[in-house]
DNA sequence: GCATTAACCACAG
DNA sequence: CTGTGGTTAATGC
């Protein structure tokens, strides 16, 4: 475990600009920082979890094993805290969280977490807004994901990697075929289609994984009639 | 009936 | 791992 400075941390999050000195040297004592390499794995499904997660640098994907196959709820790139849902609200992990590039952690004792919490309003109640934000997102995915239509669906995906993620018209999709159609909710093959189609129509363009949006207005459009 | 949508299957590069 | 073609089931004129 890297001995490691807290008060001087340049990316911490806005939650911990709310706590005292003491607080400050407290974490110190009760969080570890580590870094990981691409495709492994942060938090594991059905483990038990004594941590809360706070991703400092890097991209990771929040997927689920359901019933039939695999599902990726959510995309998250840093700053943001990870796994605070599955590791206050249940023993065991809901969810896994998996590093798509190479990501820097820091891991936080899940009882230090909560005595913060309940110690401190103002870094309580930025915890709670981001944990709203979150649900929020996710209700309209999910949504979204009932009533949309499949080249609506994949649109949005789109749009929001490209606004919310990469902030860029330009990007690579950090995902294999396989993984955007867990994103969105459909199969690898029907993306595939409407991929080609979307290439087609001059939309977008694709070169691997490199995606481009061409044509924003009328992606956005295919968004919104769904 | 007929068209549309999207999943499932098989196969090829 | 990814794209394509054929097939099929569900849904809506």
């Known amino acids: ?66 019933p039939a196959k695999e599902k990726i709820l959510r995309l998250v790139k840093a700053p943001s805290y990870l796994g605070i849902p599955t590791t206050l609200g249940n023993k065991i992990n809901n969810y896994s969280v998996t590093a798509l590039q190479d990501t820097s952690v820091c891991f936080i004792d899940a009882n230090f977490f909560k005595m913060l919490i309940a ?47 990469f902030d860029n018209d330009e990007f690579e999709v950090p995902l294999s075929r396989n993984e955007l159609a867990d994103l969105i909710g459909t199969t690898r093959e029907s993306l595939s289609r409407v991929l080609g189609q979307f290439c087609k129509e001059n939309i977008i363009s694709l070169d691997g994984k490199i995606m481009k949006i061409i044509d924003r207005p009328k992606l956005q459009q295919i968004c919104d009639l769904g």
């Open 1 to 66: 475990m890297a001995k490691h400075n807290c008060t001087d941390c340049k990316i911490r999050s806005v939650a911990e600009n709310f706590l005292s000195n003491d607080e400050f040297g407290s974490l110190e004592s009760n969080s570890a920082e580590v870094s990981f390499k691409k495709g492994e794995i942060i938090i594991k499904q059905n483990a038990l979890s004594l941590n809360v997660v706070y991703l400092r640098s890097g991209l990771v994907k929040i997927h689920m094993a359901g």
């Open 119 to 165: 110690g401190n309003g103002q870094f309580a109640s930025e915890i709670i807004l981001e944990l709203c934000k979150n649900e929020l997102f996710d209700q309209q995915r999910t949504v979204n994901q009932e009533q949309k239509q499949l080249p609506g669906r994949i649109a949005d995906t789109f749009l929001c990697m490209s606004e919310r993620l």
